[in-house]
């Protein structure tokens, strides 16, 4: 019942920025941890960032003081600020929300459907 979208992919020149978005919509009590993680072709997903409610975050060491997560609570939202991309940054960036629908429900997790960003000259 919960949806994950993303916007804000596109075509970068290396060193240039790009600001995704992921907003998440249906039966929602609560969303705990949101994230981002990112797959390329032929490769596994790995984590890219989290960040919990109160705003503690975490990155993974290839991005840390390039990238920049946030979240507004209030739009159920969470933001991927990325300064100074490189073309290894190239992939499918997936958001990820930690979800639960009712008071003392289950707590699930719940992917976006991606958005591909490209870093190339």
């Known amino acids: 019942q919960v949806q994950l979208v993303e916007a804000g992919g596109g075509l970068v020149q290396p060193g240039g920025s790009l600001r995704l978005s992921c907003a998440a919509s249906?039966?929602?009590?609560?969303?705990?941890?949101m994230g981002w993680y990112r797959q390329a072709p032929g490769k596994q997903r790995e984590l890219v960032a989290t960040?919990?409610?109160?705003?503690?975050?975490r990155y993974q060491d290839s991005v840390k003081g390039r990238f920049t997560i946030s979240r507004d609570n209030a739009k159920n939202t969470v933001y991927l600020q990325m300064n100074s991309l490189m073309p290894d940054d190239t992939s499918v960036y997936y958001c990820?929300?930690?979800?639960?629908?009712?008071?003392?429900?289950?707590?699930?997790?719940?992917w976006g459907q991606g958005t591909q960003v490209t870093v190339s000259s």
């Open positions: 249906g039966t929602i009590f609560s969303i705990n941890v």
């Open positions: 990820n929300a930690d979800v639960i629908s009712s008071y003392g429900g289950q707590w699930y997790n719940r």
């Open positions: 960040i919990t409610p109160g705003g503690t975050t």
